[in-house]
C-alpha cells in the first residue's frame, strides 16, 4: 500500500522568512514525486515534480523541493516567503504504473 | 495554457437526484480524472479514462459512474445523490507519457446535497 504523510496541518510564519512544508512518503519502488497549491475557491495548480536526477527540484513562483531517498521525504521549500503564498500545499506520490496518491493538505499562511 | 473547465462552481440538489457534473479540457488530453476534496482527506480518486469509452475505477467509485464518449469531456454521474456525497468535486487532465505527467486541474464544483 502506499500513503503520503503531510505531518503539519497548518504552517505559519513571517513573510520574508524561509518557508518549508513537509511530505514524506511510504511506497514501493522509485516514485514519482509531486507538489501542487490551491488557493481559495481554486483547483490545483502543479509547482513542480521529482522523476531522476539532482535532489534540489526547482519549480514555480520561487518554490524548490528536495528529495530524500533515506528519509524518504520530498520537503517543499522556499527561501523567503509572500503573503500571497498563503494557499493549501499538497504533497503528491506516484509509483510507476499506480495512481497518483495525495497527501491531506498543509495550510500556509504567511503574516505580513 | 491547459483549460479544464467545470461547466459548475456551485450546484445544490436534493436527496435522491441523479446529479451529472461536466467537464471539458482543451488541449486534446487522453487521460482524465475525477476526484473528491474533502478537508483533512485530501484528493481521492473516483474514476479516470485512458481514452474515450474507456473507465476505470479508482478508490472510491460506490455510488458514481461516469462517461466519455468525446475525448475533451468527462462527466461524473451521481445515480442518486445522498448527503455523504457533499463534496468539492474537482476534475484534472494529462497527457499520458508516462507516469511523470502533472495533471491540470478545473476550479472545482461545490457540491451541496440537502
Known amino acids: 500500500a502506499q500513503s503520503v504523510a503531510q505531518p503539519e496541518d497548518q504552517v505559519n510564519v513571517a513573510e520574508g522568512n524561509p518557508l518549508t512544508v513537509k511530505c514524506t512518503y511510504s511506497v514501493s519502488g522509485n516514485p514519482y514525486l509531486f507538489w501542487y497549491v490551491q488557493y481559495p475557491n481554486r483547483g490545483l495548480q502543479f509547482l513542480l515534480k521529482y522523476i531522476t536526477g539532482d535532489n534540489l527540484v526547482k519549480g514555480s513562483y520561487g518554490f524548490e523541493a528536495e528529495f530524500n531517498k533515506s528519509q524518504t521525504s520530498f520537503h517543499l521549500k522556499k527561501p523567503s516567503a509572500l503573503v500571497s503564498d498563503s494557499a493549501l500545499y499538497f504533497c503528491a506520490v506516484r509509483p510507476p504504473g499506480y495512481k497518483l496518491s495525495f497527501g491531506a493538505g498543509t495550510t500556509v499562511t504567511v503574516r505580513a | 495554457d491547459v483549460k479544464v473547465t467545470q461547466s459548475s462552481r456551485y450546484l445544490v440538489k436534493r436527496t435522491g437526484e441523479k446529479v451529472f457534473l461536466e467537464c471539458v479540457q482543451d488541449?486534446?488530453?487522453?487521460?482524465m480524472f475525477w476526484y473528491r476534496q474533502d478537508p483533512g482527506l485530501g484528493l481521492r480518486l473516483i474514476y479516470f479514462s485512458y481514452d474515450v469509452k474507456m473507465k476505470e475505477k479508482g478508490d472510491i467509485p460506490e455510488g458514481y459512474s461516469v462517461s466519455r464518449e468525446k475525448k475533451e469531456r468527462f462527466s461524473l454521474i451521481l445515480e442518486s445523490a445522498s448527503t455523504n456525497q457533499t463534496s468539492m468535486y474537482l476534475c484534472?487532465?494529462?497527457?499520458?507519457?508516462?507516469?511523470?505527467?502533472?495533471?491540470?486541474f478545473g476550479d472545482g464544483t461545490r457540491l451541496s446535497i440537502l
Open positions: 488541449m486534446d488530453h487522453e487521460n
Open positions: 484534472a487532465s494529462s497527457l499520458p507519457q508516462g507516469d511523470n505527467q502533472p495533471q491540470h
